[in-house]
């Protein structure tokens, strides 16, 4: 295996980079959207409890709990209770414009990953045929053929292993674009909630 992938000359060394950066970066993202949906399954329940019993320092307790962007726009919220609807709104939505970096965050890299390793892997293919035609003119018609093979494996090995870094990379891209969208509708339906839990809570509270 270790033959094989160094037959595909020096186009290997960043291709290779590519995969161990593009691992590490899905294992990263795998583990962080992972443990999002495991904290903020019984969130508002729990919220919904504290809060219609008044109890909000209980409530931002429950929210310092659990890490997650919903959990953060939801302490938010509980903070800014006393202000009116839209002021707790846009506080919670300001939260919410600074939470989204971090959901996207290292998904550009796992974009430009899936596409330059295709490139890296076509150029390996294009060094290695100038290699091969280079063999041609040089040693005639036949030319060598250990070298004429070796250049061959170039072209073919860069391109393969191009190809297995590239397709993995686009498909957890996009699933982990689908990921953060997911999760911004569900700070959006979050925030209505949320403000409907506290207007509820202040009501009961003044009669």
């Not at 020096?10 to 795998?30: G, H, K, Q």
């Not at 962007?69 to 938010?76: D, I």
Request: glycine letters at 8%.
């Amino acid at each position: 295996m270790i033959a094989l992938l160094i037959s595909g000359g020096l186009a290997m060394i960043p291709i290779v980079l590519c995969a161990l950066i593009a691992t590490v970066i899905i294992i990263e993202r795998l583990w962080y959207f992972a443990s999002i949906k495991k904290g903020q399954r019984d969130l508002l329940p729990r919220l919904k409890n504290s809060l219609d019993k008044g109890h909000y320092d209980e409530a931002a307790a429950i929210c310092d709990t659990v890490e997650s962007p919903v959990s953060r726009l939801m302490k938010t919220g509980i903070a800014y209770r006393e202000y009116s609807e839209i002021a707790i709104k846009e506080a919670v939505m300001n939260q919410a414009n600074r939470e989204i970096p971090r959901l996207e965050r290292f998904l550009p890299t796992l974009g430009t990953i899936a596409t330059i390793a295709t490139l890296l892997g076509l150029l390996g293919t294009v060094t290695g045929n100038i290699q091969a035609f280079g063999v041609l003119g040089d040693m005639g018609s036949m030319g060598n053929p250990a070298v004429l093979a070796g250049a061959i494996a170039q072209a073919l090995v860069t391109t393969a292993t191009g190809l297995i870094v590239s397709i993995p990379a686009i498909i957890f891209y996009n699933y982990f674009i689908a990921e953060v969208n997911h999760l911004v509708t569900e700070m959006e339906s979050s925030v209505s909630d949320l403000v409907l839990l506290l207007d509820s809570g202040k009501k009961k509270h003044e009669v």
